[in-house]
């Protein structure tokens, strides 16, 4: 099974600022087939990125991935109100499919 | 726009087991995985299993083998997901998650709208 690691577990920073979350994997992933969703609470997943650094529809550019090796990484340029969320990654390469335990990203 | 609608919310015992389904509003089914995803309350999101409705191909979590089942009735388009021995570990939130083509090895696109099961004695 390939684990999935998310840094930090909490991020505390202010609007307009810049959020680099980070997912480690415990082994290569295939095609770095690599996905991040945004989820509110009350409220179900939200695809931002696929294949580590495409955008979903509807996406707004503020919101990048990125991958080196085993590392991924979500960006988010300019901190919104409405980006306050968790966000997970989630490897679809291999099965079983797993996904990190979440970064929550909270107002300071 | 294509929904995938679930079930409503369950209260079951332990032992018992618990039959989810996710009906889509669109032919979906024809060219999508559909997968199971799991969250206990306050956790983090958990594959479970899926299926390829097209070839009836499925694939289960090995923490899950042996204990769910996911199957497809194409003709209501609806995908069904049982898991049996409930226990109290089970209480969560289940979503049925469309993949973005037809096999497993995809992202989730689309997400149904959760369906709680609560395991209580």
């Known amino acids: 099974e390939n684990v999935l690691t998310q840094s930090p577990g909490t991020l505390s920073l202010s609007p307009g600022e810049r959020a680099t979350l980070s997912c480690r994997a415990s082994?290569?992933?295939?095609?770095?087939?690599l996905a991040w969703y945004q989820q509110k609470p009350g409220q179900t997943p939200r695809l931002l990125i696929y294949g580590a650094s495409t955008r979903a529809t509807g996406i707004p550019d503020r919101f990048s991935g990125s991958v080196s090796g085993t590392v991924f990484t979500l960006s988010i340029s300019r901190l919104e109100p409405d980006d306050f969320a968790v966000y997970y990654c989630?490897?679809?390469?291999?099965?079983?499919?797993?996904f990190g335990g979440g970064t929550k990203v909270e107002i300071k | 726009q294509v929904q995938l609608v679930q079930s409503g919310a369950e209260v079951k015992k332990p032992g018992s087991s618990v039959k989810v389904s996710c009906k889509s509003s669109?032919?979906?089914?024809?060219?999508?995985?559909i997968s199971w995803v799991r969250q206990a309350p306050g956790q983090g999101l958990e594959w479970m299993g899926g299926i390829i409705p097209l070839s009836g191909t499925v694939d289960y979590a090995p923490k899950f083998q042996g204990r769910v089942k996911i199957i497809a009735d194409e003709f209501t388009r609806t995908v069904f997901m049982e898991l049996g021995s409930l226990r109290s570990e089970d209480t969560a939130v289940y979503f049925c998650?469309?993949?973005?083509?037809?096999?497993?090895?995809?992202?989730?696109?689309?997400w149904g709208q959760g369906s709680l099961v609560t395991v209580s004695s």
């Open positions: 998650a469309r993949g973005a083509a037809a096999t497993l090895f995809n992202w989730f696109d689309l």
């Open positions: 082994q290569s992933v295939n095609s770095n087939y």
């Open positions: 669109g032919d979906t089914l024809n060219i999508h995985a």
């Open positions: 989630h490897q679809y390469g291999g099965s079983p499919l797993t």
